[in-house]
């Protein structure tokens, strides 16, 4: 019968190798691929969720079960990918402009009437796609972080709040302005 | 009957069926009477949909070297401080040395003895003076305050005539 992940990170805080190996190779797609997603450098990506692994390996004794082990794996991987991305803000800052993670509460952006017309349907779907995921990448790092938590791994609002250390509120919030963002960027042509 | 406010960020949750019975019912009621926020919450739906069917790929990874990479990684951070920084060249080979010199030192010392006022005198009369001929009066040229005026060295029997010795 196959063992559950919390199972084998309990075995993992008894150094069991086995056990620690069979972890790795079940998230390690998952891993690099978030990481990529908020870092956008394959280096980087494969960096940090290396980096994941080993601080797994080294705090499995503190797990405790309590949550599910994926939010606990994700929130260790999330917060180190956040943390290098604001160090090397004022680089990507000089690079490409990212949108202040100070916005003001109820933003005008927020309440701009919605375009006339679906802009979805005029331009062509790769052009579309390119600029989405250009916004996307233009969102502050919590905004951008809970959507890829949202959209490409399937977390519940509630699992995100756990990821990110924040209520389900305010997760509501980051991904309302993110996707209010992404939506005046496509109907802003 | 009022609008209820604009449900804004209960919108996502909405969206995904987060909500609870009496909170979807309230976001449902609104957008059947706003069409502002009924055609955002459209929108939204379709980017959701659109970044779900489009998500980028990452460079491939070879997964035998990416678990391998981390084997050595993982091997160095268990490896205590003080071994790894013996497989360093050249901190080992500065740390020898400064442990022969103080070897050396100390063992000279050892064999010599401790140094006292008179011996380092000594030491220091038969280091200078071999290499300093005007030293080899030391005995006379320590009384001198003028040591350095050498006219009144070659001039003493003019100043005090009629002494000898």
Redesign the interface.
Same mark, same amino acid.
């Given at each position: 019968m196959e063992l559950s992940d919390e199972s084998l990170c309990e075995r993992v805080a008894g150094r069991d190798e086995a056990a620690f190996?069979l972890l790795?190779?079940r998230y390690?797609?998952r891993a690099?691929?978030l990481a990529?997603?908020i870092l956008r450098d394959?280096e980087e990506?494969?960096d940090l969720s290396?980096?994941a692994?080993?601080r797994l390996?080294?705090a499995a004794g503190s797990f405790g079960g309590r949550a599910r082990f994926s939010t606990w794996f994700y929130r260790i991987l999330v917060n180190l990918c956040l943390d290098h991305r604001r160090k090397h803000r004022w680089w990507r800052r000089v690079v490409a402009p990212v949108h202040s993670e100070d916005e003001a509460e109820g933003s005008v952006v927020?309440r701009l009437?919605?375009p006339a017309h679906?802009p979805?349907e005029e331009l062509g779907r790769g052009r579309?796609?390119s600029r989405?995921?250009a916004a *996307?990448d233009g969102l502050s790092h919590q905004q951008r972080a809970a959507?890829l938590l949202? *959209?490409?791994e399937g977390l519940?609002?509630?699992e995100i709040a756990l990821v990110l250390k924040c209520s389900e509120?305010t997760v509501? *919030?980051h991904?309302?302005r993110a996707?209010?963002a992404?939506?005046k960027t496509?109907g802003g042509a | 009957m009022a609008m209820t406010p604009h449900p804004d960020a209960l919108l996502i949750a909405y969206l995904r069926g987060e909500l609870a019975e009496s909170d979807r019912r309230s976001v449902a009621d609104h957008l059947a009477a706003c069409s502002e926020c009924a055609r955002a919450a459209e929108n939204f739906q379709r980017i959701l949909n659109d970044l779900g069917s489009s998500l980028p790929q990452p460079p491939q990874v070879h997964w035998g070297a990416y678990r391998a990479e981390l084997g050595e990684k993982l091997e160095a951070r268990r490896r205590p401080w003080r071994w790894q920084w013996l497989r360093r060249p050249v901190p080992l080979a500065l740390s020898a040395a400064a442990a022969g010199v103080l070897l050396i030192l100390g063992v000279q010392s050892w064999i010599s003895g401790p140094l006292g006022n008179g011996d380092l005198a000594s030491l220091e009369e038969t280091v200078v003076a071999s290499r300093l001929d005007l030293l080899r009066q030391y005995a006379v040229i320590e009384r001198l305050d003028l040591w350095e005026d050498l006219d009144v060295v070659r001039r003493l029997d003019e100043l005090y005539p009629g002494r000898k010795g």
């Open positions: 190996n790795v190779e390690q797609q690099y691929r990529w997603s394959a990506a494969r290396q980096e692994f080993i390996y080294q927020e009437p919605a679906d979805l579309v796609m989405l995921w *996307v959507l949202q *959209v490409q519940p609002t509630a509120a509501r *919030v991904l309302h996707l209010t992404l939506r496509l | -």
